[in-house]
Every structure is written in structure tokens, then in C-alpha cells.
């Protein structure tokens, strides 16, 4: 017993050991949980996709042009926010790193890699599992957060190989996390300096691409499965609204098309706090219909899951878009409002 303690006195060896463990319970005990929470084959029996030429489809481009244009415009006129002190920043940067680690571990003993359909398998499986044990135990002990990051990014690269490049680009909000966290964590004073200033730009213009992925992916191309969970899980409030042509297939394509417009917004930096807290009454909305519908396992799969994008979401909210990296900034003739408001956060916040 007296030759391990000095082996236990060691962050990381406590980290390797506790997530050696961790991983055999996790990949003894993968889960069935898929995309959408629909299970392996999702069919509709009136299922018929939609036409670039439909009008639906041209309508909520328009749409979509006039709310991106709509924000463009907004953002040039409305007053600058400036960034609140250094303690309340770094407070909402211990949120983010503490949520993410803690998706990462429990997302990796239900025996998945970063997503809750994403179930490991084989010994390539195991090791991302394990992977990302170590990594969501570091984050969480705040010890090695920079090394952390960067086994983040290895990991997503782990993830792209087994379960493809589409995979990868759904959840690049990851590497966002990891890029920020790097640049946050440099081990010199002048790094840390040099880089700072397009931390959050970074942060949000990569979250914004994982946006638009899944936008495409999981609703507008992946309209069948959307749909079927619409079967069982009837989420569709316009018709309660009165407006019967709202049809479960309509209500895909809008969702599909407001999430690539968070997105599309988000990668331009154009009043990023208000299309952040819209996106997020949208998350926050999806947890509450599954605690309504009385199935409390998919609410806190679901929440598990949002981990990360709240903690990405409390630091948009907090630091808004970043200062060098906004599409405003290389429009000519900016007429920006220039009258500055402080935002203060409660220290209990």
C-alpha cells in the first residue's frame, strides 16, 4: 500500500486510473440510444420530401435571407456592448469547462463518444471511450485543461474515423470548446495575450458551422427520422395554434431552416446575444416537452447532451461575438451606433 501512494498523490494518474475503470463499465454497458430518440429505423408512411421549386421551400428562404439581412442590419445601429470584468469572465469560463467535462463523462459511461447515438464498439470504440473519460475528468479537476484540450481535438479526430466526417461536422462545437480552452489555458503570459482576442470569435464561428450541419443533417436531409419522432412525440404546437396547414413535414422544414439561420448568424457575429437567447428558449423548450411527455430518461439524455452548448451559450451571452472577426467589420460605411452600455453580473450569479 505505501508503494502506490506517491503513485495516487498524482492528479493524472488518479485521472488514468478512475477512466480505466470508467471506460470497462462504459463499454459493457453501451446503450441503444440513437439519433432523435426514434430507434434504429424511423419510417413515415406519408413521408414526401420537399422540392428546392416547392413553395414552401422558397418561402423559407426568403425568410431565411430576410432575418440574416434583418441582423446584419440590427447589429450596425444597435449600441455596443462592453465586456464585463475579469472575474465574472472567468467565472462563465469555469461554467463551460466544468459542463463539458461532465458531458463527456457521463455521455462516455452511457458507452458513446461525444453524442448519445454516437455507441462505441470494437477496441477503437473502447479506446475513444477511454479517451474521453480521461479527458472529462481532467476538465472537471481543472488540472492539465490545456493538455485536456488538445486530447479534445485528438479525440474528435478519433471520432471522424469511426463514425465519419458528417459525424464530425455535427459536432465541431466541440473543438470549439477544445480551441477555446487552449487559447485560454497557453503557457506563457505573451501566447495567451496574442490569441485571446479571437478566443471567442473562434468559439462562436465554429459553433455556428456545427449549427448549420446539423440544421442540414438532422432535419432538412434527415426529414424522414425528424418527422417520425413528430409521431411519437407530438411537439407540434401550431396546430394547437389553429393553424392546421402547420403540418408535422412543414414544422421540419422550419426547425431545419431556423437552425442553420442561428448558425449562419452566429459565423457573421451579428447580434450574436440575441440570436443566442433565442436558440436557447429553443433548447431550453426541448427538455421541458420531454419532462411533460413524462419521459424523464430522454430529458436528461437530452440535457447531458446540451451540457456543452449551455456553457457555449453563458459565454456568447456574457462576451457576445468577439471583436475581430465580425462580417461588420468589413462592410464600408458602418454607421454604428456608438453609445456604450456596462452590463453587470451579481457576484452570486
Known amino acids: 500500500?505505501?508503494?502506490?501512494?506517491?503513485?495516487?498523490?498524482?492528479?493524472?494518474?488518479?485521472?488514468?486510473?478512475?477512466?480505466?475503470?470508467?471506460?470497462?463499465?462504459?463499454a459493457a454497458s453501451a446503450d441503444a440510444h440513437v439519433r432523435w430518440f426514434v430507434g434504429s429505423v424511423a419510417t413515415v408512411d406519408?413521408?414526401?420530401?420537399?422540392?428546392?421549386?416547392?413553395?414552401?421551400?422558397?418561402?423559407?428562404?426568403?425568410?431565411a435571407v430576410g432575418l440574416i439581412s434583418a441582423s446584419v442590419f440590427l447589429d450596425m445601429r444597435l449600441p455596443e456592448v462592453r465586456i464585463v470584468d475579469t472575474k465574472t469572465r472567468h467565472d462563465f469560463i469555469e461554467?463551460?469547462?466544468?459542463?463539458?467535462?461532465?458531458?463527456?463523462?457521463?455521455?462516455?459511461?452511457?458507452?458513446?463518444?461525444?453524442?448519445?447515438?454516437l455507441v462505441a464498439f470494437d477496441g477503437f470504440g473502447t479506446v475513444l471511450l477511454f479517451l474521453q473519460a480521461v479527458i472529462g475528468i481532467l476538465l472537471i479537476a481543472n488540472r492539465f485543461v490545456r493538455h485536456a484540450a488538445i486530447l479534445m481535438i485528438i479525440l474528435h479526430l478519433g471520432l471522424a474515423v469511426k463514425f465519419g466526417i458528417l459525424a464530425a461536422a455535427e459536432y465541431l462545437i466541440m473543438v470549439a470548446i477544445a480551441v477555446f480552452l487552449l487559447i485560454n489555458n497557453l503557457p506563457t503570459e505573451e501566447l495567451r495575450n496574442r490569441f485571446k482576442p479571437y478566443s471567442v470569435d473562434l468559439l462562436r464561428i465554429i459553433t455556428g458551422i456545427s449549427l448549420i450541419t446539423l440544421g442540414f443533417s438532422e432535419k432538412l436531409f434527415g426529414a424522414m427520422m425528424a418527422e417520425h419522432f413528430l409521431v411519437l412525440y407530438p411537439w407540434n404546437f401550431m396546430a394547437t395554434l389553429g393553424l392546421d396547414f402547420f403540418t408535422d413535414r412543414l414544422f421540419v422544414l422550419s426547425a431545419g431552416v431556423m437552425e442553420v439561420v442561428f448558425g449562419i448568424i452566429l459565423v457573421l457575429g451579428t447580434t450574436t446575444r440575441l440570436n443566442v437567447l433565442a436558440f436557447s428558449v429553443v433548447l431550453f423548450a426541448s427538455n421541458v416537452l420531454f419532462l411533460i411527455d413524462g419521459n424523464n430518461e430522454a430529458a436528461m439524455v437530452e440535457f447531458i447532451g446540451h451540457m456543452?452548448?449551455?456553457?457555449?451559450?453563458?459565454?456568447?451571452?456574457?462576451?457576445?461575438?468577439?471583436?475581430?472577426?465580425?462580417?461588420?467589420?468589413?462592410?464600408p460605411d458602418r454607421n454604428v451606433n456608438t453609445s456604450v452600455r456596462t452590463v453587470t453580473v451579481p457576484d452570486d450569479a
Not at 46 to 62: C, K, M, R, S
Open 1 to 26: 500500500m505505501a508503494t502506490l501512494r506517491p503513485l495516487l498523490r498524482r492528479p493524472i494518474t488518479i485521472a488514468l486510473l478512475i477512466a480505466a475503470v470508467f471506460g470497462l463499465f462504459a
Open 46 to 63: 406519408t413521408f414526401e420530401p420537399y422540392q428546392i421549386t416547392d413553395f414552401e421551400v422558397l418561402a423559407w428562404i426568403a425568410a
Open 95 to 117: 461554467i463551460l469547462r466544468v459542463f463539458t467535462g461532465m458531458s463527456m463523462m457521463l455521455t462516455a459511461y452511457e458507452g458513446a463518444v461525444i453524442a448519445p447515438h
Open 308 to 331: 456543452p452548448v449551455i456553457g457555449v451559450a453563458l459565454i456568447l451571452l456574457l462576451l457576445g461575438a468577439g471583436q475581430r472577426l465580425k462580417i461588420t467589420n468589413f462592410l
